[in-house]
């Protein structure tokens, strides 16, 4: 590391366990974000502010009214694309992160998953999956809702997901589960077998872990795929 990122990420490379490998580690990451609606403004300038080297953001729709929540998009971003608008605001916060939308084809390191639906949620889990890449995916429920993280080879996320959550629409609050799932993320990135799979539930502020469970039968089960450099 230069002398110009060990002063940006100074009080970082602070932190008990982490240190000059993990935040190179981070620089070299390329992180595919599945979804940048209110949900996932806070993990966004998480990850931007934490130094990941290059951050794909993954969503063909538009900024709605609902996406105002101060974190990311203003007023004046409604009706705008959400990767540009995104952009606008990511762009400034640091300088040694390219923020680009997600090419087609692109092969990430790491992904991270804020759906709009259980489908696409599933698909984007899969996929990462079968890259043999670390994946958090987000279950947003009001305030709360839980997250599944995996590591390559862990339990996969069809086999943890919510099959009964009430799924009521996000609120402003959900910042915390962003953030949270964007920090899980980054662990796995900088010190790679630092945390197993787990699911992380978020109820009125308090988050409990748990590690997850094989399905029998699931396609999981099988030898991981190579992780991606």
Do not use: K
Not at 161 to 182: C, D, E, H, Y
Not at 213 to 221: F, H, N, P, T, V
């Amino acid at each position: 590391m230069n002398d110009e990122r060990l002063e940006r990420y100074a009080r970082q490379l602070l932190v008990p366990g982490f240190g000059e490998a993990a935040q190179e580690r981070l620089g070299r990451a390329r992180v595919r974000v599945v979804g940048a609606d209110a949900v996932a403004s806070a993990g966004l300038v998480y990850l931007v502010q934490a130094g990941v080297g290059r951050l794909w953001i993954e969503d063909p729709e538009d900024v709605s009214p609902g996406d105002v929540t101060g974190w990311l998009f203003a007023p004046s971003a409604v009706g705008t694309p959400r990767v540009e608008a995104a952009r606008a605001v990511l762009a400034p916060l640091s300088r040694f992160v390219s923020i680009e939308p997600y090419p087609t084809g692109g092969v990430p390191s790491a992904t991270l998953v804020f759906a709009s639906s259980a489908p696409q949620a599933l698909a984007s889990a899969e996929a990462a999956r079968r890259a043999g890449i670390p994946h958090v995916v987000v279950e947003p429920d009001a305030e709360g809702g839980a997250l599944v993280v995996v590591p390559p080879g862990a339990p996969c996320y069809a086999c943890a997901r919510s099959t009964t959550g009430v799924g009521r629409p996000a609120q402003p609050g959900i910042a915390a589960l962003s953030a949270l799932a964007a920090e899980e993320l980054v662990l796995m990135i900088s010190n790679p077998g630092s945390i197993p799979g787990r699911r992380i539930d978020l109820v009125r502020g308090v988050a409990t872990a748990r590690p997850t469970s094989r399905l029998a039968g699931c396609a999981c089960g099988g030898a991981p795929a190579a992780s991606a450099s």
